[in-house]
């Protein structure tokens, strides 16, 4: 972990230099316990950790009894971590100390905080809450809530218009092990990763989102199934081939993946979910890392 731990991240002058003079400031827990809870910045010092005495405690085994401390100088705010095991990652860079900027993301253990500054605290807190209702916080996609309402909006324009759509549902294979052999924060870091490879390889008019866990699934609007499936093996053949890394270990991903397409004489979402799921249960079955449907 030392090797890891030695790589002080170094800040861009230019981005420091746009921050405001300010000390109202607030973190917002954007995935973990205690979704949406706004805690205040407005004291000098703020530390971070499992213990009780801590002013925000994050009771997880890879949170430190002390992990990092936030300091609020009124012209700047700065993290630094206080010598952690598992480390303290501002926008996924691992830092010691660093400057903080509205927006940024601060991920301790399996928590992730957003930065909130300026000088309207309750507007950008109130914005932030509305986003979680959309976006899973752990991969930055949509989540399972954004999904079904946005299924629903896609099956009826595609009634509407007698057009094509198709549904990929698709989870990761012994995601179970990856957990147990490297620990939760590397599955994290595998879901992001996986996120992030799959969402710069969609259509804009595509919809992809967390559906739960491992569980993810995307909508193609206008698309048959032939090309679905097509685009299916693409994403699968990608993900294989994609190097996963956790603290400087390789982790082999694969992932199953089930293809339905609308019935238009039976346009309804629940219908659509459970034949791309049992597709999906098709491809486990079949030895997983392959695409049925």
Known sequence: ?????????????NRIAGQQPTKEA??????????GRKYSLESPSVTLGRSNKCDIQIDQE????????????????????????????????????????????????RTIFKFLSGGNIERAYHEEIYRLTTVD?????????????????EIARASRYRREL?????????FKEVNDSH??????????????TIKTRIRTEDIFARYGGEEFAIILP????????????????????TDFIFEAT?????????????DLEEPAAAALIKRSDERLYEAKAAGRNCVKG
């Open 1 to 13: 972990m030392d090797h890891v731990r030695s790589k002080t991240v170094v800040t861009s002058i």
């Open 250 to 262: 390789k982790i082999p991903v694969t992932i199953s993946m089930g293809v339905a397409t609308l």
């Open 26 to 35: 607030c973190l917002v827990v954007i995935y973990g316990n205690e979704l």
């Open 62 to 109: 890879s949170v430190s009894r002390a992990h990092s401390k936030i300091t609020n100088a009124g012209r700047s705010v700065k993290i630094r971590d206080l010598g952690s095991t598992n480390g303290t990652y501002v926008n996924d860079e691992l830092v010691e100390e660093r400057p903080l900027v509205d927006g940024d993301f601060i991920k301790i253990g």
């Open 166 to 174: 198709s549904l990929v549902m698709f989870d990761l294979d012994h």
């Open 222 to 241: 206008e698309i048959d199934g032939h090309n679905a499936h097509q685009f299916a093996e693409k994403i699968r053949r990608i993900v294989e081939t």
């Open 137 to 153: 916080g752990l991969t930055q996609i949509f989540n399972k809530r954004y999904f079904a309402e946005a299924l629903d909006r």
């Open 183 to 196: 620990g939760h924060l590397a599955g994290d870091a595998v879901l992001k990763t996986l996120a992030h």
